[in-house]
């Protein structure tokens, strides 16, 4: 129950920010739920994961719901940008890969630079979507870290947090719009 009011105010965003015409870049592909969506959605999509059994499992569900229209990228987000030079939106769902091995998963290092990286490329009107999990310790770690930075970026962007007001360790979204 706790976890579906982020999940579903993270389909909400993208249903109505996506247009038919963009490409996507889903940043931690996983089990592929998210890259499902955004391929639904979108002209294109980019599937990035570190684990080959992520992607494998991607490829699985794209393939099974006849999706053609993506790519999957066996590496870092951190290198996004050494595949994909322009794009609507970036999409993270923090955190290890659901029914995989716990001790792989995004930390915070990589997960700021990354943001770094990729706010210095948007656009106007271009977006990062990212659901942060504090639940466990490097989770924690790493979403205090990702909001000491976009507590830092300046008034070109507009970012919203979207969050359970009585709970500490329950996930957030948070959104980061380039609006000017
Ligand atoms: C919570 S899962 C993503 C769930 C997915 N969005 C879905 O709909 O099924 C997080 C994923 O991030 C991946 N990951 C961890 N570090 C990463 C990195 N530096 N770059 C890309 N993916 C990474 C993990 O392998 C894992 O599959």
Do not use: W
């Not at 038919?20 to 999509?45: K, Q």
């Not at 924690?140 to 507009?158: G, M, P, Q, R």
């Amino acid at each position: 129950m706790k976890n579906r009011h982020m999940q579903q105010f993270v389909i909400d965003y993208l249903c109505g920010n996506v247009l038919e015409d963009d490409t996507i870049i889903d940043a931690t592909a996983g089990n592929g739920n998210d890259t499902l969506l955004l391929a639904r959605l979108a002209s294109f999509v980019f599937g990035f994961d570190i684990q080959k059994e992520a992607l494998d499992n991607t490829k699985s569900l794209l393939e099974e719901s006849g999706i053609d229209n993506f790519k999957l990228i066996l590496d870092s987000h951190e290198n996004i940008l050494n595949y994909v030079s322009s794009f609507k939106g970036v999409v993270f769902n923090l955190g290890y890969l659901p029914k995989g091995d716990k001790k792989i998963t995004t930390k915070s290092s990589t997960t700021v630079k990354t943001l770094k990286n990729l706010t210095a490329q948007m656009k106007k009107d271009n977006f990062i979507i990212m659901t942060c999990y504090r639940g466990h310790e490097e989770g924690l770690i790493e979403a205090n870290e990702v909001l000491d930075f976009v507590k830092s970026l300046d008034d070109s962007f507009t970012i919203l947090k979207y969050e359970h007001i009585n709970r500490q360790t329950t996930p957030f979204v948070l959104v980061i719009e380039k609006t000017k």
